[in-house]
């Protein structure tokens, strides 16, 4: 999991600088857990090409992943993904859907995480969940936060620490569960 940060031009690093900037800006206060969780959000989603919205409404799609314990939680983690990514990054874009779908998109998304939190008993989705709207707002600086600067070996201490926390706690889910 190292090697997520060690390269100066990993995108990852990039995203942590952004994640990083956007925490202080704001005067968030969540844990480097939920940062690094948010980073590797940001990879999984602007990394590659895997995200596209179902063309189930996301109210059944949370509901069906309710009903289902055993590969229930990983779809429940990516619905909240999905939602967090969706009311941060194309928080326009989901506003124009009309009123109150960015209120209603995070409250799908934070019940999908505090449902992970109670099957896996991971008190990360609990910080999501109840962090919903201000964590997601990370995403919507994205758009104009551009970080400079090398990281503090304290930061990359406690990045690494998150990453293996995440790790340890088998946080990261399988890819192609939308």
Known sequence: MEDIISL??????????????????????????ARA???LVADRFFGSDMFHTSEIPLTFRLAEAEGRR??????LQYIGDECMFLT?????????????????????G?????NVGVIRDQKIFFELAQKFPEISGIFQDFHTIRPEGDFTEEEI??????????????????????
């Open 8 to 33: 100066e031009n990993n995108l990852a690093g990039y995203f942590f600088r952004v994640v990083n900037e956007s925490v202080l800006r704001r005067s968030l206060d969540i844990s480097h857990e």
């Open 37 to 39: 969780y948010i980073v």
């Open 70 to 75: 055993e590969d229930g939680a990983a779809k």
């Open 88 to 108: 941060g990054y194309f928080r326009p874009f989901v506003a124009r859907s009309g009123s109150g779908q960015v209120e209603y998109v995070s409250a799908i």
């Open 110 to 114: 934070a019940a999908a995480y505090n």
């Open 157 to 178: 201490r406690k990045l690494a620490e998150a990453f293996e926390s995440l790790k340890k706690e088998k946080i990261i889910y399988p890819a192609g569960l939308n």
